[in-house]
């Protein structure tokens, strides 16, 4: 089970971290991604950190401003939003996969409930 938190609102130029918390799995073995969905969009790939946290890919809308990272200690992975825009304005989710991180959402097997992000001023 995946347990997404932190979301909230913010304004833009605003920060955020949003969790990942994984139960009932060993997290050490999961790659862990992020997607986000905005009204009316269709799900969007954010960022994605393999397993050991060595290798991390993210989209090209979110590249400088946003990180993912992991501490499989506490079965936890992080997504530090900084330099909010209106546009991240959307229900993230976080999925886990024993593949490679990827950025293909078929590819998860778990989904998280998601947390809503609103940027607005």
């Known amino acids: 089970q995946l347990q997404a938190s932190g979301g909230g609102s913010v304004q833009p130029g605003g920060s955020l971290r949003l969790s990942c918390e994984v139960s009932g799995l060993s997290l050490r073995y999961y790659a862990i991604a992020w997607y986000r969905q905005a009204p009316g969009k269709e799900r969007e790939f954010v960022a994605a950190i393999s397993w050991s946290g060595r290798i991390t890919t993210c989209a090209n809308s979110v590249k400088g401003r946003f990180t993912i990272s992991r501490d499989n200690a506490k079965n936890t992975t992080y997504l530090q939003m900084n330099s909010l825009k209106l546009e991240d304005t959307a229900v993230y989710y976080c999925?886990?996969?024993?593949?490679?991180?990827?950025?293909?959402?078929?590819?998860?097997?778990?989904w998280g409930q998601g947390t809503l992000v609103t940027v607005s001023s």
């Open positions: 999925a886990a996969t024993e593949r490679h991180p990827s950025a293909s959402p078929r590819d998860y097997d778990y």
